[in-house]
């Protein structure tokens, strides 16, 4: 059974090529439920952006405590070789 869905969108229009990239891009989805006014569709994309702004500064966050926790291990390494010898 191959069930074919009815595209309602118009893809004639920038604005709804617009919308479908950047919620795409987003890694969003486009999903069953999106905003049709233009009010809705700039509110979601607004806090898309937010979402994977709060996402990139928590990985920047995590990435600096590791590479501070490194370099204190690696410190200490070099601390206890150095008094072994």
């Known amino acids: 059974m191959v069930v074919i ?7 004639s229009k ?3 090529c617009l919308w479908l990239v950047i919620i795409t891009m987003t890694t969003v989805g486009y999903g069953d ?5 233009l009010f809705g569709r700039i509110w ?7 979402g994977i702004f709060v996402v990139s500064c928590l990985v920047v966050v995590l990435t600096n405590m590791l590479q501070c926790i490194n370099i ?3 410190n ?3 601390f206890i ?3 072994n010898n």
Do not use: G
């Open 5 to 11: 869905e009815e595209n309602t969108m118009d893809f």
């Open 14 to 16: 920038i604005e709804n």
């Open 33 to 37: 439920y999106y905003a049709k006014t």
């Open 44 to 50: 979601t994309i607004l806090c898309a952006i937010w």
């Open 72 to 74: 204190y291990f690696n």
């Open 76 to 78: 200490v390494f070099i």
């Open 81 to 83: 070789n150095n008094n």
